[in-house]
T-cell receptor, first 112, second 115 residues
Framework: AQSVTQPDIHITVSEGASLELRCNYSYGATPYLFWYVQSPGQGLQLLLKYFSGDTLVQGIKGFEAEFKRSQSSFNLRKPSVHWSDAAEYFCAVEDSNYQLIWGAGTKLIIKP | DAGITQSPRHKVTETGTPVTLRCHQT?????MYWYRQDPGHGLRLIHYSYGVKDTDKGEVSDGYSVSRSKTEDFLLTLESATSSQTSVYFC??????????????FGPGTRLTVL
């Protein structure tokens, strides 16, 4: 069955430190992969997406993600986090019915 | 930003009462979705629509029904609300074209409390 796993429920990093959020997927075909961010009390906003080509994709707000087929991973990274990055981050993969299969999310906490 | 509105934004109701949530889009997108979001569960798909009068069930459809009589509107109805349906409900839309990835755009959410 298709699935998305985000192993970390919470991650705490210091402001200015680097960040990596993990995402692993299970999907038989070439995956279309997404990262969304949800700020407190808000809807979800697309950060970046991968569907083909360069395996390192750039997104908004200085985020990037790398698709690694051999590891079935699509980890999100940012070299230096800002307090405004505190939010919940969701990874998703599109299935053959144009639906998104979602991970459970990772809540990012920023220490001053 | 994609033109998606949800109404109401907040609602408190009592167990056993019917509730209807509305999602309205101005993007003319083919696909519309209703999700619920609960702590520890992420987003779970309730129902979705792939065209006017064309709907299908998602992962957690029990106790919910939907209708789509116009491209721009997708209604979610709780026939008889229960406390387990207390949640935040999100509507999403997407073009659903088979040749491109299916990015979803989200509405602001509706917080529903069932007492």
């Amino acid at each position: 069955a298709q699935s998305v796993t985000q192993p970390d429920i919470h991650i705490t990093v210091s402001e200015g430190a680097s960040l990596e959020l993990r995402c692993n997927y299970s999907y038989g075909a070439t995956p279309y992969l997404f990262w969304y961010v949800q700020s407190p009390g808000q809807g979800l906003q697309l950060l970046l997406k991968y569907f083909s080509g360069d395996t390192l994709v750039q997104g908004i707000k200085g985020f990037e993600a790398e698709f690694k087929r051999s590891q079935s991973s699509f980890n999100l990274r940012k070299p230096s986090v800002h307090w405004s990055d505190a939010a919940e981050y969701f990874c998703a993969v599109e299935d053959s019915n144009y639906q998104l299969i979602w991970g459970a999310g990772t809540k990012l906490i920023i220490k001053p | 930003d994609a033109g998606i509105t949800q109404s109401p934004r907040h609602k408190v109701t009592e167990t056993g009462t019917p509730v209807t949530l509305r999602c309205h889009q101005t993007e003319n997108h083919r696909y519309m979705y209703w999700y619920r979001q609960d702590p520890g569960h992420g987003l779970r798909l309730i129902h979705y629509s792939y065209g006017v009068k064309d709907t299908d069930k998602g992962e957690v459809s029990d106790g919910y029904s939907v209708s789509r009589s116009k491209t721009e509107d997708f209604l979610l109805t709780l026939e008889s609300a229960t406390s387990s349906q207390t949640s935040v409900y999100f509507c999403a839309i997407s073009p659903g074209q088979p040749t491109i990835y299916n990015e979803q755009f989200f509405g602001p959410g509706t917080r529903l409390t069932v007492l």
